[in-house]
């Protein structure tokens, strides 16, 4: 049991879908507020929609938080498994006579929507008089129509005390008698999480603004329960760069989709954080140690925030460059364990030398499509026409006899870099040609076109065996 002064958050995703970085920057303010001042946080899946949960859902939201560095300490719960405890919450509420039930059909709701909208009123739950009884219900249930319980609102406004947008008054003409229970017998959204924050003690609420305006719902249920109040925070909505809001259908915004594409955690982890929040003083990078020292919810705006994809990725680009080779090269294998590349995951010190020839890259995605080509069989790659026509046809076939003579000085070349650099260097100075007039035939030959890493690079991540076989397959092209 933790003291009742003690900073409680949670995060409550539903596994309906991947988790959006929406979700993902909820979860990471909660987290923070909670470390920052040594209270608790705590993993809740909201699972009760049954319709719109996704097989395995749970599981992934799971592993994005791991993957993004949060933990938790209590958790995770599934509301599926506390179906009992909100049974017997409703059941409170209808024995105090602050919920009733109600079994009107969807036909007959629709009438009501339709009628309020030709009289241009908003559409209010009329509240029947006297109350429907519990025999009542039983009686629409055996007429097959679909019994749910809904709450009584009070006739007084209600007022929101938010720590980011202030006072948030609702008045209680936009309030109606919403439903806590539904027809098949699982509790709303607003019952469940109301409940559950309160019997887990969660004393402190971040969530997206877009809730702001339920938030009323969780106030008027707290108090028909009995349970206190916490506090609210909650946090401005995410546009794209075209202002659009971006939503969990976005798909490619989720931390699973920028995970295969080759984000570090630590770089998703500081672009979101900035994602509303700031602490002030122009600072921009923080590692998540340093974010549970500094991050203040009086630092969260009220403005929207941007989702801009390219200072993302120049965040991305910086973290690769200043990350441990360590760090760099577990982070490297997870990616190749998630996509599909000719680059084998199971030689770190090949790996290792990969990483420090691609110095600079901004996701490890840019990796393949560098040095992809290196690691493909021998017959698979294909010659780009134009590099062909440009660095080996022209001025009379010029590159294919720099290939031809090169082949037997590189067949005689020890496979050590500096050996291999001699090599090459030697045979410019014999020819009297450039490095690039050498190197290009080169690099055309065993890559296909006309980039690459550099050519004694490339040449040491090939090897000698490959390298010779992808030269006498160059020779072999027509003139």
């Known amino acids: 049991m933790t003291p009742s002064s003690t900073i409680k958050t949670r995060f409550p995703p539903s596994p309906t879908g991947t988790l959006h970085v929406g979700g993902a920057r909820t979860a ?42 949060l933990d938790w300490d209590e958790g995770p719960y599934l509301q599926s498994q506390r179906l009992d ?36 009123q908003a559409f209010r739950y009329p509240r029947p008089d006297p109350l429907p009884t519990a025999a009542d219900a039983d009686r629409a249930r055996s007429a097959g129509k679909p019994v749910v319980v809904r709450l009584k609102c009070p006739s007084q406004a209600v007022t929101v005390e938010d720590e980011v947008f202030g006072e948030v008054q609702v008045a209680a003409d936009q309030m109606d008698d919403f439903v806590i229970c539904k027809a098949n017998g699982y509790p709303t959204y607003h019952l469940a999480n109301v409940v559950d924050d309160a019997l887990m003690g969660i004393n402190f609420i971040l969530r997206g603004q877009e809730f702001l305006g339920q938030t009323w719902r969780h106030i008027v249920l707290r108090q028909a329960l009995g349970y206190p109040q916490p506090r609210y925070a909650h946090l401005p909505l995410i546009l794209d760069m075209q202002g659009k809001k971006l939503s969990k259908r976005d798909a490619d915004v989720d931390v699973h989709s920028f995970r295969r594409a080759g984000f570090l955690p630590e770089a998703l982890v500081n672009f979101i954080v900035l994602l509303g929040w700031s602490p002030g003083d122009n600072r921009e990078k923080f590692s998540l140690a340093q974010l549970r020292e500094v991050f203040d919810v009086a630092d969260i705006g009220k403005s929207n925030a941007r989702f801009d994809l390219e200072k993302l990725r ?23 364990s998630l996509n599909d590349t000719p680059i084998p995951a199971d030689d770190d010190n090949l790996l290792a030398q990969v990483l420090e020839v691609c110095k600079g890259f901004r996701t490890f995605a840019d990796i393949p499509a560098k040095v992809g080509v290196l690691f493909q069989a021998d017959a698979d ?11 080996l046809r022209k001025n ?53 076109r006309t980039v690459s890493p550099q050519i004694i690079d490339t040449l040491m991540i090939l090897g000698h065996d490959k390298t010779l076989a992808r030269i006498d397959r160059c020779l072999d092209l027509p003139r």
Not at 427 to 440: F, P
């Open 28 to 69: 990471l303010f909660s987290w923070l507020v909670a470390r920052r001042a040594g209270g608790h946080f705590i993993l809740r899946i909201e699972d009760t929609d049954q319709a719109r949960n996704v097989p395995g859902g749970a599981e992934a939201i799971i592993r994005d938080l791991k993957w993004l560095g």
């Open 85 to 120: 405890i909100y049974a017997k919450h409703i059941q409170k509420l209808l024995d105090a006579g602050h919920a009733y039930y109600a079994f009107e059909t969807a036909e007959e709701l629709d009438v009501l929507r339709k009628q309020a909208q030709e009289a241009k």
């Open 314 to 336: 120049a965040f991305n680009t910086d973290a690769c460059a200043d990350a441990a080779p360590d760090r760099l090269l577990t982070a490297f294998k997870d990616y190749l």
């Open 381 to 391: 790659f294909e010659y780009d026409t134009k590099a062909v026509k440009k660095v």
């Open 396 to 448: 009379d076939a010029a590159g294919f006899a720099v290939l031809a003579q090169l082949r037997e000085v590189l067949s005689k070349c020890d496979w050590q870099h500096e050996i291999l650099e001699a090599c090459i260097n030697d045979y410019c100075r014999t020819k009297e040609l450039s490095m690039g007039q050498v190197a290009q035939p080169i690099r055309v030959a065993v890559t296909g």
